[in-house]
């Protein structure tokens, strides 16, 4: 639940998680323009003061007005990005969103490759939510970063539900590629052989 004119009302049919979050009508009406038409007309939002936000976590919608009061958005881990993202599209703040989709990359860029492989969030779900959510540049970044990390995320069950066209391009621009993985075989095979064939010679 928020309340557009400021006022906090604690006995009002609130937010999923029972909160009440004041808020200034003019910003919101000057900051996202879901919220402009939303406020305006013959929508019930434009009589009342206190308009229920459905769908919505007290968190990721806090999140969500600091970056309309600020023009900053923080979030504190990869999942509350995604949360935020879905929060901006919905809400159709498209430079929120741009900003979600960085913050994404960059947590997950920053991971080692072992913390990658035992992380409980799933590369693939946030590809599909990426895809869902119209943030493209997300999804295409990604498919490129499953793909430079193949050995870690082929090895996942969820793996599986990649679609046949994204599974091609992953295979298309996978790290190791199989030419190198059939290289580097190949040279090890040959140091092996050096290896005996000095054995013997001694």
Known sequence: MLDPMGVFKRSAVRLLSGSVLPAHRAVLVARCDVMAAMFSGKYAEARSRVVPIHGVSSDTFLAFLEYLYTDTCC?????????????????????????????????????????????????????????????????VWLLHFIANNYLIFS???????????????????????????????????????IRKSRCSIM
């Open 75 to 139: 979030p504190a881990s990869v999942l509350q990005a995604m949360a935020v993202l879905v929060c901006a599209e919905m809400y159709q703040v498209k430079r929120l969103q741009h900003l979600c989709e960085v913050c994404v990359c960059a947590y997950l860029q920053s991971m080692p490759s072992r913390e990658l492989a035992s992380m409980g969030i799933s590369v693939i779900r946030l590809l599909k939510k990426a895809k869902c959510h119209n943030a493209d540049q997300l999804y």
């Open 155 to 193: 090895h996942k069950p969820d793996f599986l539900e990649l679609s046949d066209e994204e599974r091609e391009q992953v295979e298309r621009l996978r790290w190791p590629s199989r030419g190198y993985l059939q290289e580097l075989s190949e040279y090890q095979q040959r140091r092996r052989q």
